[in-house]
C-alpha cells in the first residue's frame, strides 16, 4: 500500500533481516565486513620492549626516584594511627586507632591554620595562575624579536633565585629602614612594620609570589601559542575580526587545553602552600594571618616530637589534596573535555 512505512521484519529471535541495497538485483545481500579484533596480540609489549630497550631504560632512574622518595615514605603514615615516642620502633608502639584524628579535629587551633591555609592557596590560585596567560598573550603581541627576548630574560630571572634570597630581598624592602619606608616618609608619612603586621603578610607572600613565578609561568603557554595554525589568524582578518576578536576567539581556544591541565595541577596543590617560603618570611607576631599546615606540622613534629600527631595532620591534608585533582580532573573531563587521565 502507498505511503505506508516499511515493516521492520523480524525473525523469531527478534534478528532484522540483512539490509538490500535497492540498486542491487533480488538475492544479491551486502554483508557488513568483519570488524578486527581491537585487542594487542600476546607478548606485544614483550617485544617492543626487546625492541626498544635502550629507550624503556631511560625511566629506570626516574621510576626509582619516585620509588624511593614518594612511595616507599608512605609506609610510615602508619604512625597516624599508633602511638610513636622519638627512639622506640620505627611504626609506633602501639595502636590507638582515630585518636590523633580527633585530637586535631577537637583542636582550635589546627582550624586556624587550616583557615590560613585555604586563604592563601586560593589568593595564589587566584592570582598566580591567570597572570602567566596574560603576560604569555602580551609577549606573543610584541613583534620585535629582540625586544621579545630580552623583556621574557627579565621575568625568567626570579625564578632562578633562591628562596632564601627571595625573602631577604623581601625583608630588606620592607624593613623600617628599607626603601618602600624611606619613599613614604618622602611622601609625609609614618614608616609601617610590614613584616611584624598581620593583616599584610598576605599581601606579601603573593605579591612575592606573583613576581618570582609569573615569568617562568609564561613557558608552556608561549610553546602552546607556536602551535595555533596561522590560517586560523587570516581567516579571522579576513572576516573582520580585530586583534581582541583573535585573542578570544583564535588564541584562548588554542591554549585551553594547556591552561585546564595547569590548572588541575595547580588545584591539586592547593592546600600545599610553600613552607619555605612562609618559613622564611613569618614570625610569631605573624602567626594570626601567616601560619599554615606545613609550618604548624613542622612545629608540631618537629620541634615538639609529636610525629603521630603531626601525621595524622599529613595524611589529612593529603586526602584533601587528592580529593581535590580528582574532582578537578573529573570535571574538566566533563565539561571541557580535557583531563590529565
Not at 628562596?163 to 625583608?171: C, K, P, Q
Not at 623600617?176 to 593583616?199: K, S, T, Y
Not at 584562548?252 to 592546600?271: E, K
Not at 603521630?308 to 593529603?318: K, N
Amino acid at each position: 500500500m502507498s505511503g505506508q512505512l516499511p515493516i521492520d521484519r523480524r525473525s523469531t529471535y527478534g534478528e532484522t533481516e540483512p539490509w538490500r541495497d535497492p540498486l542491487q538485483p533480488p538475492g544479491d545481500v551486502i554483508e557488513p565486513e568483519p570488524t578486527r579484533p581491537t585487542s594487542r596480540p600476546r607478548g606485544a609489549w614483550r617485544r617492543a620492549l626487546r625492541r626498544d630497550w635502550q629507550l624503556y631504560s631511560l625511566a629506570i632512574l626516574p621510576l626509582l626516584f619516585f620509588l624511593v622518595f614518594r612511595y616507599a615514605p608512605m609506609i610510615g603514615n602508619v604512625i597516624a594511627f599508633r602511638k610513636f615516642e622519638p627512639g622506640g620502633n620505627l611504626f609506633g608502639e602501639e595502636w590507638v586507632g582515630l585518636r590523633y584524628v580527633r585530637m586535631f579535629l577537637d583542636d582550635p587551633k589546627f582550624w586556624d591554620v587550616f583557615t590560613n591555609t585555604l586563604i592563601l592557596g586560593g589568593l595564589i590560585l587566584l592570582f598566580c595562575f591567570p597572570l602567566p596567560i596574560v603576560l604569555a598573550l602580551l609577549f606573543n603581541e610584541v613583534r620585535s624579536r629582540r625586544m621579545k627576548r630580552f623583556l621574557q630574560s627579565v621575568s625568567y630571572l626570579p625564578h632562578f633565585l633562591s628562596i632564601v634570597v627571595v625573602a631577604g630581598i623581601v625583608m630588606q624592602f620592607l624593613s623600617l629602614d628599607g626603601p618602600v619606608n624611606q619613599i613614604l616618609r618622602m611622601a609625609g608619612g609614618e614608616p609601617v612594620a610590614f613584616m611584624q603586621r598581620p593583616d599584610w603578610f598576605r599581601t606579601i607572600y603573593v605579591s612575592s609570589e606573583i613576581w618570582q613565578t609569573i615569568g617562568w609561568g609564561t613557558i608552556l603557554y608561549l610553546a602552546a601559542l607556536t602551535t595555533i595554525d596561522e590560517q586560523l589568524y587570516e581567516a579571522a582578518r579576513i572576516d573582520g575580526a580585530g586583534r581582541w576578536r583573535q585573542i578570544w576567539h583564535v588564541t584562548l581556544p588554542g591554549i585551553r587545553p594547556t591552561a585546564v591541565t595547569l590548572l588541575i595541577l595547580n588545584i591539586g596543590t592547593f592546600m600545599a602552600v610553600g613552607f619555605e617560603k612562609v618559613l622564611l618570611l613569618y614570625n610569631p607576631l605573624t602567626y594570626p594571618t601567616g601560619d599554615v599546615i606545613s609550618t604548624y606540622l613542622y612545629r608540631t613534629g618537629v620541634e615538639s616530637s609529636s610525629m603521630s600527631y603531626a601525621a595524622a595532620i599529613g595524611l589529612f591534608e593529603a586526602l584533601i589534596g587528592l580529593t581535590l585533582i580528582l574532582s578537578a580532573n573529573l570535571i574538566s573531563k566533563r565539561t571541557v573535555g580535557t583531563s590529565l587521565w
